[in-house]
């Protein structure tokens, strides 16, 4: 069974810079989809970022340029570095995993607050 456990939150003044990380374990399909989400109080979760197995990326209008989703393989782990970070950033950030015939795996989530 995939298990992903998310880290790296925490609080942050508005410019500022965090890394998150978010460890997958257990039997993993070669073809999959992870990615990272939030959900911000009241209101729905969104897509953030998302890396395939080509490598492949896409940012939601709201990050780009400003997240770096990345992965290493060898630590069978994904990485959402945030820069310049905005008060609209704060929310919880979740991992998510994608593989075909199988149901989606979710992390707990990370508290990312940036205060004004």
């Known amino acids: 069974q995939v298990q992903l456990v998310e880290s790296g939150g925490g609080l942050v003044q508005a410019g500022g810079s965090l890394r998150l990380s978010c460890a997958a374990s257990?039997?993993?399909?070669?073809?999959?989809?992870i990615g990272w989400y939030r959900q911000a109080p009241g209101k729905q979760r969104e897509l953030v970022a998302t890396?395939?197995?080509?490598?492949?990326?896409n940012y939601a209008d709201s990050v780009k340029g400003r997240f770096t989703i990345s992965r290493d393989n060898a630590k069978n782990t994904v990485y959402l570095q945030m820069n310049s970070l905005k008060p609209e950033d704060t929310a919880v950030y979740y991992c998510?995993?994608?593989?075909?015939?199988?149901?989606?795996?979710w992390g707990r989530g990370t508290q990312v607050t940036v205060s004004s």
């Open positions: 257990g039997s993993i399909l070669r073809i999959n989809v």
């Open positions: 890396l395939n197995s080509i490598s492949s990326t």
């Open positions: 998510n995993l994608k593989q075909m015939g199988r149901d989606d795996v």
